[in-house]
């Protein structure tokens, strides 16, 4: 395969034989973490800086783990504490960061576009580890990856997906990556939350959500963002769990070969019963094993095949 990519800064610069050739060998990580022991120390000699700006667990962590199983050395760095709090400029932190010669730069932003400006100027790879409302790559990779090995393939798949789609960047990401395989994505929520817009990326907004509901082979709930519900976008969390949430009774509509998943941070209890989020069919806590054998794939294509 040729790798063409220096950077993975959003699914939307991949090309579909890119995101099997990724998948492919993440698939290959994501067996060898049942084992023991993990270590696979072929990136050795290398580094890598996680750059997060904004509050995160899974994503971080698992590029932090990732490049440690790989054998890279992992330094954090968040902008509290820093010399961004003494009003240093962002472009001069970064070309701080950089002249210590690192070779991989993982960053999340609040402001879309971060990943695609560093690019520009930096010398070391750039991964987009969540940017504004743009894009979450190794979200959507590792969504992917989970599909995959959940059901063999992609063809003939209905994903539905719940929630805020307009603040949501793992949504983007993600219905990137599904149309480009074949996927068939249906998109539900509250009105406010669910613009017509995403129809121009190859998915289908159908109300109410019941009606979508059934007709999903995953069910994949988006965070709900308090800071959204101060805003007016729907009345309580109340009234979301019974609507939008995927409840008992919304449960009992979906297939019983349908599988669920959601990105995390869950508010159980809000967009999901808090039973459901552990029943037999659901793939969350596999999405994060996921998580981290994607992340490896990244680094390691990065390191060995980017140009
Ligand atoms: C998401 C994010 O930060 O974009 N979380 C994640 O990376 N797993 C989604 C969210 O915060 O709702």
């Known amino acids: 395969m040729n790798w ?11 090309r579909r034989e890119d995101i099997f050739f990724l998948l492919e060998r ?6 060898s973490l049942d084992e023991s022991p993990k270590q696979k120390p072929i990136l ?8 997060f700006l904004e509050a995160s667990t899974r994503t971080r962590l698992s590029f932090e783990m990732a490049g440690r199983l790989l054998g890279m050395d992992v330094l954090s760095f968040s902008g509290n504490a820093s010399s961004l709090e003494k009003g240093e400029s962002f472009r001069d932190t970064v070309r701080t960061l950089s002249r210590m010669k690192f070779d991989v730069l993982v960053v999340r932003h609040q402001s879309s576009g971060i990943p695609e400006y560093l690019s520009d100027f930096l010398p070391q790879h750039i991964v987009n580890a969540g940017d504004g409302l743009r894009e979450h790559p190794t979200q959507a990779l590792l969504d992917l990856l989970t599909i995959q090995r959940a059901f063999g393939d992609f063809s003939g798949i209905t994903v539905v997906i719940i929630g805020d789609l307009l603040h949501s960047r793992v949504a983007r990401s993600l219905i990137k990556g599904l149309t480009m395989l074949d996927c068939s994505v249906l998109v539900s929520g509250p009105p406010t939350l669910v613009p017509q817009v995403v129809e121009s990326m190859g998915a289908r907004v159908v109300f109410p959500v019941e009606e979508a509901l059934r007709k999903a082979d995953v069910v994949y709930l988006l965070r709900v963002q308090k800071e959204r519900q101060e805003a007016g976008y729907f009345p309580s969390n109340r009234e979301y769990e019974y609507f939008f949430g995927l409840n008992a009774r919304h449960w009992d509509m979906v297939s019983e070969r349908a599988y669920i998943m ?7 209890g809000v967009e999901i019963a808090s039973e459901l989020v552990e029943c037999s069919r659901s793939l969350i806590e596999e999405q994060i094993t996921c998580g981290l054998a994607v992340r490896m794939a990244v680094l390691e294509t990065l390191i060995r095949q980017g140009r």
């Not at 063409?4 to 991949?14: F, S």
Request: aromatic share 10%; proline share 6%.
């Open 262 to 268: 959601h990105p995390g941070p869950v508010n159980r």
């Open 4 to 14: 063409a990519h220096r950077h993975l800064l959003g699914i939307g610069h991949l």
């Open 26 to 31: 993440a698939g290959q990580y994501r067996d």
């Open 44 to 51: 050795a000699g290398y580094s890598m800086v996680n750059f």
